[in-house]
């Protein structure tokens, strides 16, 4: 009886065990399977130009680190460039208008290039042709989408900002 008890014990647990184990694997198949899938996500919308950067965190230079709240953004899309970002950071010239922040742009007219990362995910590089102010924008993004923008300006210190990539819905394709 006693060995009959043991046996049911110990086949019961060679069940749990490979149950745990298959359970285990198939998980982290499905974890890999979800980041392979973000990763092709972000590089469609980086390669069609199609996406917003939403900061989380701005950092000035000689600052401390600034957690942003509120709905700043930059969007990229094939014709335009929308910039809403704030600015904490030294200038070295006033604007003629003190209500106008030069990191908040659009432009129509821009250059912007892309290039892979060694461990993943890609550097793009975008300078505007219609805006004084900025000279580049630099964004370092992962393939998880995650990323690091750089706003270098003529008038005022670099400044960079963490946050994250999202898709740029299409107004047209909402309207239809």
Known sequence: MKRMIIHVMLFTGL??????????AQQKET???????????????VDAKQYVFVPQSAIPMGGRVVQLTGEFFLSVTKDSLVSYLPYYGRAYTAPMDPSKNSMDFKSK???YSTADRKKGGWDITIRPKDNR????????VSES????????????????????????????????
């Not at 069940?15 to 285990?24: F, K, Q, R």
């Not at 980041?35 to 996500?41: G, N, W």
Request: glycine share 8%.
């Open 109 to 111: 007219s821009f250059d």
């Open 31 to 45: 974890r890999a399977e979800r980041e392979a899938a973000k990763a092709a996500q972000v590089k469609g919308w």
């Open 133 to 140: 102010d900025v000279a580049t924008i630099n964004l370092s």
């Open 15 to 24: 069940i749990t065990m490979g149950l745990t184990t298959t359970i285990s």
């Open 145 to 176: 989408g995650y990323g690091t923008l750089q706003v270098t300006s003529n008038s005022k210190q670099p400044i960079s900002y963490n946050g994250y990539l999202r898709e740029k819905k299409d107004k047209k394709a909402k309207n239809k």
